[in-house]
């Protein structure tokens, strides 16, 4: 698979016989089925990872979006839904919002695990077989890298040991290298010892 240009691999883990891996590069350029975008409740774009997904996938991300807003209102921390990809190389985004960083008191790490949770289980709803992560809450809502690197790795390792599911392969997609470095360590730590050759 072709999933963009210019990647540093990490570590690749097995879990559940679903291929969970690490890489740094670009998530917009990934080809996996869908890719997850850290978006805002508004679903209206915005900076970072969003901002750029909304760009390189051109208007139609942006008009589903509206016609769920309209639908359904904003959507809340925790939760996700999915849109076509437009232009990009990944058939669907889907849109999921993390919780702001407000000291680690009001239920920050939950709600980072469900936009996770959230993100598989409207894939493996849709068929999916495969989907792209990135940092989600660690640029403008402030949640520390470290910590939400374990969060995230928990979460999703947690949902794949659940049950089977059509989802085949996992990618944590991180665009520096010091949030790389996080989730390769933190996938490590969980793998636990299922670390593909």
Excluded at 77 to 92: D, S
Excluded at 148 to 165: D, M, P
Aim: glycine share 14%.
């Amino acid at each position: 698979m072709d999933s963009g240009a210019m990647e540093k691999q990490a570590i690749a883990v097995s879990v559940n016989g679903v291929r969970v891996s690490v890489v740094q590069g670009d998530i917009t350029r990934q080809a996996t089925d869908a890719i997850v975008n850290a978006a805002n409740s508004s679903l209206m774009g915005g900076g970072g990872v969003d901002g750029a997904i909304h760009r390189a996938g051109g208007p139609v991300i942006l008009e589903e979006c509206r016609q769920i807003v309209s639908r359904q209102g904003r959507l809340p921390a925790g939760k996700a839904v999915i849109t076509r990809g437009g232009n990009l190389k990944a058939g669907f985004v889907i849109h999921t919002v993390g919780p702001v960083w407000r000291g680690g008191n009001r239920e920050e790490q939950k709600l980072l695990a469900s936009a996770y949770r959230e993100s598989l289980k409207v894939a493996a709803e849709n068929g999916l077989e495969s989907i792209s992560f990135p940092s989600i809450s660690t640029g403008a809502y402030g949640y520390p890298v470290t910590e939400a690197a374990k969060v995230a790795i928990n979460a999703v390792v947690s949902f794949l040991r659940e049950g089977v599911t059509s989802i085949k392969e996992v990618v944590f997609v991180l665009f520096d290298a010091a949030t790389f470095q996080s989730y390769a360590s933190g996938l490590g730590e969980a793998a636990g010892g299922s670390k593909e050759s």
